[in-house]
């Protein structure tokens, strides 16, 4: 099946230690995206990448990483950096410039 | 990049019809419109998307007037499955970023 796949699910960090959060897609899509969203808030983009080896900031890329080396493949690092990263994280993915973005189903990172 | 406004909140009983209406007066020549539902703990999901007049699908239809600075999304007879956060996009033809707001939290109450 044809889809974006995120990994692990949930995901527990020691305060100043660096995380990687997985997303990967077979969808054949150009563009992948980073989200993060806090509890009754709304998405905040943090990366996004639109081709192979280049991405750019989205309004919150403090604190994170990202890299595209593979189509499929759009990890993002959670930093020590990121003074509160305890949040749920979405990866998608989207057509060269179509319409239709399509998700994963998130990682709920916390740190303890 | 054009701002959307959505109202934050919104209540409706099962069967009823839902209109959310979402403003982004400063929508270019060129911008699109989309919508997406995400229900708790999972990833939005794509609903419709429209340039202007009236688009209509299995599960919504968007209206935007004739000046495009609003559009309005109608849910038919909602049903409590359809309680979630409604998000109101506009999309910049040619260009891969994606925002979304604060989206309109729908409530359907049996």
């Known amino acids: 099946d044809g889809g974006i796949t995120q990994s692990p699910k949930y995901l527990f960090r020691k305060e100043g230690q660096n995380v990687t959060l997985s997303c990967e897609q077979n969808?054949?899509?150009?563009?992948m995206y980073w989200y993060r969203q806090d509890p009754g808030q709304g998405l905040r983009l943090i990366y996004y990448?639109?081709?192979?080896?280049?991405?750019q900031k989205g309004d919150i890329a403090e604190g994170y990483s990202v890299s595209r080396e593979k189509k499929e493949s759009f990890p993002l690092t959670v930093t020590s950096a990121q003074k509160n990263p305890t949040a749920f994280y979405l990866c998608a993915s989207r057509r060269d410039r179509g319409p239709e973005a399509f998700f994963g189903q998130g990682t709920r990172l916390t740190v303890v | 990049l054009a701002k959307t406004t959505q109202p934050i909140s919104m209540d409706s009983y099962e069967g009823q019809e839902v209109n959310i209406t979402c403003s982004h007066n400063n929508i270019a020549t060129n911008d699109y419109i989309t919508w997406y539902q995400q229900f708790p703990s999972q990833g939005p999901r794509f609903i419709i998307q429209g340039y202007k007049t009236k688009v209509t699908n299995e599960v919504a239809s968007l209206f935007i007037p004739a000046d495009r600075k609003s559009s309005t999304l109608s849910l038919p007879r909602v049903s409590l499955s359809d309680t979630a956060v409604y998000y109101c996009?506009?999309?910049?033809?040619?260009?891969?970023?994606?925002?979304f707001g604060t989206g309109t939290r729908l409530t359907v109450i049996p």
């Open positions: 996009l506009v999309v910049e033809t040619g260009a891969n970023n994606l925002f």
């Open positions: 969808l054949n899509h150009d563009a």
């Open positions: 990448s639109q081709i192979v080896n280049d991405f």
